[in-house]
């Protein structure tokens, strides 16, 4: 059984910076395509960004490129989103999520095990 678990979330002034790190307890980390989702109150769960098993090939919605980075160290079987240049829309609560696949992928069904979330609040 996976158990994924969110860590790095708070509260940031806007222009400002945080790490959000995923850590996965299971033994196919390496072998999956990893994913950042969020959820503003009231909104859907959106893909923010997305990682391949080896790292090689990385997705990002268009808001946030250019200041979101997703990274992964197999070896510590964690995924990281880097944010920078934060901004207030940014605020929600953020999801680590892993895939049944080892490609990335924007399909919301194919993500098949999900951590808590950990809240990230911008503030103007």
């Known amino acids: 059984q996976v158990q994924l678990v969110e860590s790095g979330g708070g509260l940031v002034q806007a222009g400002g910076s945080l790490r959000l790190s995923c850590a996965h307890s299971g033994r196919t980390f390496s072998s999956s395509a990893m994913g950042w989702f969020r959820q503003a109150p009231g909104k859907d769960r959106d893909l923010v960004a997305a990682i391949s098993w080896s790292g090689d090939t990385t997705y990002y919605t268009d808001s946030v490129k250019g200041r979101f980075t997703i990274s992964r160290d197999n070896a510590k079987n964690t995924v990281y989103l880097q944010m920078n240049s934060l901004k207030p829309e940014d605020t929600a609560v953020y999801y680590c999520?892993?895939?049944?696949?080892?490609?990335?992928?924007?399909?919301?069904?194919?993500?098949?095990?999900w951590g808590p979330g950990t809240q990230v609040t911008v503030s103007p």
């Open positions: 999520a892993a895939s049944a696949g080892a490609v990335v992928t924007t399909t919301t069904a194919r993500y098949n095990y």
